[in-house]
């Protein structure tokens, strides 16, 4: 009985999980190379792992629609990125900069 309590709430919980994320896979780390198509990233793993960029990736810098041209080798970078159908990884978004606290309320 137990194992059929847990078995459903597994089969209702995991895919409410996966689908928070929408299928994206998240590489954090530091910029080691960027070209028109591409940033290399170096994960706090020591891992490098190329990300493709393409027309649709969003760029925010501190929060703020940016450039890729804003973007600079050594930088510390969060992407969401989705295997394309050749199993390479493609940009959703990349963010990078300090973000911004927000103000205390009734504090301008």
């Not at 009985?1 to 597994?10: A, E, H, N, Q, S």
């Not at 703020?64 to 159908?85: S, Y």
């Not at 990884?89 to 300090?98: I, M, T």
Request: hydrophobic fraction near 45%.
């Amino acid at each position: 009985m137990l194992r059929r309590m847990f078995l459903g709430i597994l089969s209702i919980v995991l895919p409410a999980m996966l689908l928070a994320h929408g299928g994206f896979e998240h590489v954090t780390g530091f910029v080691r190379a960027i070209d028109a198509n591409s940033v290399t990233v170096e994960t706090v793993k020591h891992e490098i792992v190329t990300v493709l960029l393409t027309p649709q990736t969003d760029v925010l810098k501190s929060g703020v629609k940016a450039k890729m041209a804003d973007l600079k080798i050594g930088d510390r970078v969060a992407i969401h990125a989705m295997k394309n159908k050749d199993g390479k990884l493609e940009a959703h978004e990349v963010s990078f900069g300090p973000v911004k606290a927000s103000a205390e309320p009734g504090k301008p």
